[in-house]
């Protein structure tokens, strides 16, 4: 089983900065089939990033993903108010499918 | 529109059984796997597993928490995916989702909570 290691746990940050979100993997993710979810609290998750690298439909371009291999990063260039969230990668490359722990943006 | 809705969850004593059902619309049902992930209250996600379509086999997957007691079926002609869950356990408690398999997970249901407690 892959584990995925997300950091930093939580980040306090003020809208329009920057926010850097990492996601470590125990072992090489096949085919770079990494993704990132964003969820908000009472709501499901919402799919921001596939492949890694692609945004899916519908999310703004302020999103950003990046990485390869066992290293991966989210990147929000500049946060919105609505960006304040918890922040979930997945690797679907190979069963059992697995999530890091997660990390929550909040308002600093 | 294309959308998820999961039905069937409610408390249940553990040890018993209950089915969830996720009926799905606005797009071609049978074309796609689909997955079931569910959050304990105040927790991350946890996969719980999927089944492909019927032209990769109708086949299923199941993480080992789960393996020999949840069961993922599929009525392609009703676009309804299930999860018949027994012996419950009350770690068993959470929200399940259903979720579209394509390019990960990019269609999710609201949720449907299951309290496992006597």
């Known amino acids: 089983e892959i584990v995925l290691t997300q950091s930093p746990g939580t980040l306090s940050l003020s809208p329009g900065e920057r926010a850097t979100l990492s996601c470590r993997a125990s072992?090489?993710?096949?085919?770079?089939?990494l993704a990132w979810y964003q969820q908000k609290p009472g709501q499901a998750p919402r799919l921001l990033i596939y492949?890694?690298?692609s945004r899916a439909t519908g999310i703004p371009d302020r999103f950003s993903g990046s990485g390869s291999g066992t290293d991966f990063t989210l990147t929000i260039s500049r946060l919105e108010p609505e960006d304040f969230a918890v922040y979930y990668c997945?690797?679907?490359?190979?069963?059992?499918?697995?999530f890091g722990q997660g990390t929550k943006v909040e308002i600093k | 529109e294309v959308q998820l809705v999961e039905s069937g969850g409610g408390l249940v004593q553990p040890g018993r059984s209950l089915r969830l059902s996720c009926t799905a619309s606005?797009?071609?049902?049978?074309?796609?796997?689909m997955s079931w992930v569910r959050q304990a209250p105040g927790k991350g996600l946890e996969w719980v597993g999927f089944?492909?379509?019927?032209?990769?086999?109708?086949?299923?997957e199941y993480a080992a928490s789960v393996k020999g007691r949840f069961t993922i079926s599929r009525d392609d002609s009703k676009s309804i995916a299930y999860l018949q869950m027994n012996s419950l356990k009350t770690e068993d408690t959470a929200v399940y989702y259903c979720?579209?398999?394509?390019?990960?997970?990019?269609?999710w249901g609201q949720g449907t909570m299951v309290t496992v407690s006597s």
């Open positions: 979720t579209r398999d394509r390019e990960a997970f990019d269609i």
């Open positions: 072992q090489s993710v096949s085919s770079s089939y």
């Open positions: 997945q690797q679907y490359g190979s069963s059992p499918v697995t």
């Open positions: 089944i492909r379509s019927k032209a990769y086999g109708g086949t299923t």
């Open positions: 606005g797009f071609t049902f049978g074309d796609y796997a």
């Open positions: 492949g890694a690298s």
